[in-house]
Each structure stands twice: as C-alpha cells, then as structure tokens.
C-alpha cells in the first residue's frame, strides 16, 4: 500500500520533517482564489475576510502559502498529491499550468469536483483519483463502468468488502481517508485497499510497510 501525509503539503516544515522513506505520498489542499493557488485546508465564506475549517477560524489576514512555493520546496523523493478543493472554474487548468512549469515529474491529483480532473487526462506520470466522502458520491462512482478509471480515493466509513471490490473492478488504485492507528491499517489493508491517507503517518508507516509486503 501507498503511504499519504495527509495534509502535510498544507506545511512545508512538517512535510520536510518526515525521515527519509518514511510516506510515498504528501498531499496538499489547493484553492483557486483571486488568481492565487493557496495551499490551506480552510475555506472561505464567499468573498468575506472568513477563513473556516470544522473546528476554528483562521487568521484571514496572514499570507496564504501558494502552490508555488510548495512545488520549490518539495522533497524530490516524495510524490506530490494534489487535492483540488471546490467549485471554482479553472482550478484544474491552472494547477495544470503550474505543475507543467515546474517540470513536476510524478503528481497524484484527486478531487470530489471531478471535471477538474480532465485538464490532465494527458499529462504523463499522473495519477488522477476521483474522490467519494459520502454515499451519494460513492453511489455514483459505483454507477461507472468496469476499468473506468485510474484510481479512487473513498472515506473509511464508506468501505466494506463489497464496495472495494466493486471498485476495484472500476479503477486500478483504491485509497482511503483517515486511517490514523496501526489498527485502521490493518482493517482496510484487509479490505483490499492500494493506498492509505493518514495524518498520524510515523504511526502507521510500519504497519503500512508489513502489510504492502504480506506481513
């Protein structure tokens, strides 16, 4: 199985601070707004100073940390993970542009606003993930032919031994969110899954690592 860093590209420090080998994957959250690419987990209220997550409010004012620093600043050994956030036309199309002038090798592109993804339907070395968090989207990712895709990315709670092997069936790559103990990795590597998005990733690294090699 692949090892995600969830949300680890929202900070270039702790995305550096993983030892050498450790995570496969580094994902970062990126949103269109006013011509920016910010990397930021938070949501914005419309055009209001409010910067929102579930828990808190962030400071609306700080500078945002752009997918262009990000790209400079990744490790070249890890694999970045793009998960493009919202509704805002031309999101896919500039993180396209960006990553292409960048020379970014492999990337992994997922989304829950799936015509994103058809900017880079061509690009070489990508893996692009449609993403399921609740039963309706996962009802119409089930609705899709056999060999459809590359790869799916479906919250835990969604998953049983059926579903996976559904999906399997429709995409070459199944992952899932959040697998946080060695306990939860353990479960979904049973279910049959390819890659795991974890934000406690040092803790399920060896359990990752035991089950990808039939531990």
């Not at 700080?62 to 805002?88: H, N």
Request: hydrophobic share 45%; glycine share 8%; net charge positive.
């Amino acid at each position: 199985m692949k090892l995600v860093a969830h949300r680890a590209g929202n900070d270039p420090a702790r995305a550096r601070a993983f030892p050498p080998g450790v995570v496969d994957v580094i994902e970062a959250d990126v949103h269109l707004h006013r011509g920016r690419l910010e990397v930021r987990h938070a949501k914005r209220i419309w055009f209001l100073p409010i910067l929102w997550d579930r828990w808190y409010l962030a400071n609306p004012f700080a500078p945002p940390l752009l997918l262009d620093t990000v790209l400079e600043s990744l490790d070249p050994r890890v694999t970045l993970m793009v998960d493009l956030k919202g509704i805002t036309p031309g999101l896919g199309r500039a993180v396209r542009t960006l990553v292409d002038r960048h020379a970014t090798p492999e990337l992994i592109v997922s989304a829950r606003v799936w015509r994103h993804l058809r900017h880079f339907r061509d690009r070489p070395g990508t893996l692009l993930l449609r993403s399921a968090g609740n039963r309706r989207e996962l009802r119409r990712l089930l609705r899709q032919p056999a060999g459809t895709w590359d790869g799916v990315s479906v919250h835990r709670e969604l998953l049983t031994p059926a579903v996976v092997a559904r999906l399997r069936t429709r995409a070459r790559e199944v992952w899932t969110w959040p697998v946080n103990t060695p306990a939860a990795a353990r479960e979904v590597a049973a279910l049959g899954v390819t890659g795991v998005i974890s934000d406690a990733p040092l803790e399920v690294a060896a359990t990752v690592a035991g089950e990808s090699g039939g531990g």
